[in-house]
């Protein structure tokens, strides 16, 4: 079974850049794709970006397009999520999680494995 934990988070000012990684061990990290989710107080978990268990495709959530980017190091079991040009509204936690499919999803109830979460706080 794979277990994921992140880091990276963090407080930044407006404007700023944080990259999240999200490391992968007891399983075969490659056969996932892997997205990001966020949640804000109050608020239901978020969709951020995924990508495909290779790599060579990704998908976002368009209020991050542009600023944020999704990659992924296999021979290091990890996904990060490298995110500039952030505003106060990207304040959240932070989830990696596993989804052992091909297709691509936003949909969090999708996804098999969930990390703990990693703070972001971006002040204005």
């Known amino acids: 079974q794979v277990q994921l934990v992140e880091s990276g988070g963090g407080l930044v000012q407006a404007g700023g850049s944080l990259r999240l990684s999200c490391a992968a061990s007891?399983?075969?990290?490659?056969?996932?794709?892997m997205g990001w989710f966020r949640q804000a107080p109050g608020k239901e978990r978020e969709f951020v970006a995924v990508?495909?268990?290779?790599?060579?495709?990704?998908v976002y959530v368009d209020s991050v397009k542009g600023r944020f980017t999704i990659s992924r190091d296999n021979a290091k079991n990890t996904v990060y999520l490298q995110m500039n040009s952030l505003k106060p509204e990207d304040t959240a936690v932070y989830y990696c999680?596993?989804?052992?499919?091909?297709?691509?999803?936003?949909?969090?109830?999708?996804?098999?494995?969930w990390g703990q979460g990693t703070q972001v706080t971006v002040s204005s």
């Open positions: 999680a596993a989804e052992d499919s091909a297709v691509l999803s936003r949909r969090a109830s999708l996804y098999d494995l």
């Open positions: 007891g399983g075969t990290f490659s056969r996932y794709a």
């Open positions: 990508i495909s268990w290779g790599g060579s495709n990704s």
